[in-house]
């Protein structure tokens, strides 16, 4: 039996697909060619893996599926690690595993270690992940937190698929927004030399402007003073943000490859390029003295303006040449991770790829719900330019990188969510975090533990671990057996929030393992008086430990060892 396959669908696939060639020969037929779906049924009486094989190539062979699944049950033959297979209507083929048959995970976690649940889907594959890009008008605050963590752990997901990901942030350096923040500067500046200065209405209003202000008249004293170009003040305001942008995501464990400027695709000429691209192609058209993008014909529910009757670009305009620009860079897959009012924008962006000659496949766009904050019984309103904000160096500094990560994680994209400022604070079990960190620590002591008891851990032995029979051992054994399915889920549908549930699911059933029918926790592991099953159990042990590692990597945390 393959058991280095490290997955127990690996094995099944195998059964079904000899099951298959043997049907495909009682009938005088080739075996079709077709994926095999193995999933777990809803209802564990079913089984522990049914497949819809037989309902798949009912077309094929025309005959009544149940017909089919029995004559490829018929060909599977007996398997060690299966105790019953079984069909049931309309077709379905059901696997019921033997006792002990789970434990073979653990033989494959010890020979992949950090490597166990990567994939190799994408290998040779190129993935640009765009996220942040957050506007430099301010410090990042906690709203801000879910798109910078949202597209990390999606791009550690693709590593781990075995995809070649770059990081970028692209960000608006032009534009009335900044155009506002040049003019708040220049306000803050005058204001800090003791001239008079009217702030300008929904100018930026937060204290750092001022030590923005003050950063800059260390520079320049006051040879800034009579300056009416807002753009010096622009700049040198975009400038400093980034840098502290920058700096608060790599406290977070979030480092980008590439920064984009809006405007260095004025400046190359590529948004004039674009245009005039989709002009030669006819998708822009004139009309009232505007120009108009045909984004109607690839599915969007009206045509769209790029250039204003005034010549003023829309945002379109830079969007589509800076889509051109990645997809000329050679990407496979373009990723976007966007807010949720930018919902409405994704037609227009695939119509745009589309308009340029790309398959609308090569984009996928991420598109979170937006994040409201629960403290001190306040709901608190985030706002950049009002200056009332938590910043996301103060949320990082006050609850840690690994609560922060994994509470912005727990959750879909596409869910609203509400950031719970006291359970993110609680260093109790009640917060999932130190639960999973918890458990983490715990399979460290238990070795030491054993150790003190005078008990060695002989390494892993695949010879005893039938010993493993117990119903919370093989609930972990299963759960264990997930993780490599569970993170080719997150690379499918770019959603890391499986990891996290994954997690609370292994932590939990090693707690109710561990606790179980004793007041003293370690007689429920280490059992002197019967040395294999201890070494049987240290096994199992080690495996949540590298499993549990392995996925709070995976998400950008730290495990901890001791708590």
């Known amino acids: 039996m393959e058991k280095e396959n490290g997955n127990i669908k690996n094995i099944l696939e195998g059964m079904i697909r000899k099951g298959l060639e043997a049907y495909s020969r009682s ?27 037989a309902m798949q190539t009912a077309g094929i062979f025309k005959k009544n599926p149940m017909a089919i699944a029995e004559g490829i049950k018929a060909g599977i033959g007996v398997n060690p690690f299966v105790k019953e297979v079984s069909v049931a209507k309309p077709g379905f083929i059901n696997f019921h595993l033997a006792p002990g048959s789970s434990s073979y995970i653990l033989n494959t976690i010890w020979k992949e270690g950090e490597r166990f649940g990567k994939q190799a889907t994408g290998k040779g594959k190129k993935v640009l992940i765009e996220f942040m890009s ?7 605050h906690i709203g801000h937190a879910r798109n910078a963590i949202l597209g990390d752990s999606i791009a550690r997901a693709l590593e781990a698929g075995g995809y070649e990901v770059t990081r970028e942030y692209y960000y608006n350096d032009a534009g009335v927004q900044m155009k506002k923040l040049g003019l708040s500067l220049r306000a803050r500046y005058l204001q800090e030399l003791g001239r008079i200065a009217e702030f300008p209405e929904d100018g930026y209003k937060g204290e750092y402007m001022i030590h923005i202000a003050r950063d800059l008249i260390s520079e320049k004293g006051d040879a800034l003073a009579t300056e009416e170009d807002t753009e010096i003040f622009t700049h040198y305001a975009a400038c400093k943000i980034i840098k502290l942008i920058d700096e608060d995501l790599k406290c977070l464990g979030i480092r980008f490859d590439n920064w984009f400027s809006e405007s260095s695709l004025h400046e190359k000429g590529k948004v004039a390029e674009s245009l005039q691209y989709l002009k030669d ?13 045909r984004t109607q014909a690839f599915g969007d529910e009206k045509d769209r303006v790029v250039i204003k009757s005034d010549g003023e670009k829309t945002y379109l305009a830079p969007d589509i040449a800076y889509h051109k620009d990645k997809l000329e860079r050679g990407y ?125 851990w002989q390494g892993m032995n695949e010879n005893i671990l039938s010993l493993l029979t ?34 609370r699911e292994l932590a939990g059933s090693f707690h109710n393992f561990f606790t179980t029918g004793t007041k003293e926790e370690t007689k429920r592991i280490i059992i002197p008086q019967e040395p294999v099953l201890t070494q049987a159990r240290l096994c199992l042990v080690f495996a949540l430990k590298r499993v549990l590692g392995n996925a709070l990597h995976l998400i950008g945390i730290e495990p901890l060892e001791q708590m």
């Open 470 to 503: 117990l119903e919370e051992e093989e609930n972990i054994l299963k759960i264990l057996e997930k993780y490599p399915e569970t993170v080719q889920l997150c690379i499918q549908t770019l959603e890391p929030h499986h990891i996290t549930t994954y997690l």
């Open 27 to 53: 009938m005088g037929m080739a075996s079709p060619e077709v994926p095999i779906l193995i999933e777990r049924p809803a209802i564990k009486t079913f089984g522990d893996f049914a497949t819809n094989i």
């Open 281 to 293: 192609k006819d998708m822009l058209y004139e009309k009232e003295g505007a120009w108009w993008l």
């Open 332 to 456: 496979d897959l373009l990723i976007n991770v966007l807010g949720g009012d930018h919902h409405g924008y994704v037609p227009r962006l695939k119509a745009g790829v589309q308009a340029l000659g790309y398959d609308a496949r090569k984009l996928q766009c991420i598109v979170f719900q937006m994040v409201s904050l629960l403290k001190d019984g306040e709901t608190i309103k985030l706002s950049t330019r009002s200056g009332r904000f938590i910043t996301l160096r103060e949320v990082v500094e006050e609850l840690g990188v690994a609560v922060v990560r994994f509470f912005f994680l727990m959750r879909s994209s596409d869910s609203q969510m509400t950031f719970d400022w006291q359970l993110a604070k609680d260093h109790s079990m009640n917060n999932p975090v130190y639960y999973i960190q918890y458990a983490h620590a715990r399979c460290c002591s238990l070795f030491k533990k054993a150790e003190e008891m005078g008990i060695k």
């Open 134 to 140: 957050a506007n430099p008008t301010g410090p990042l």
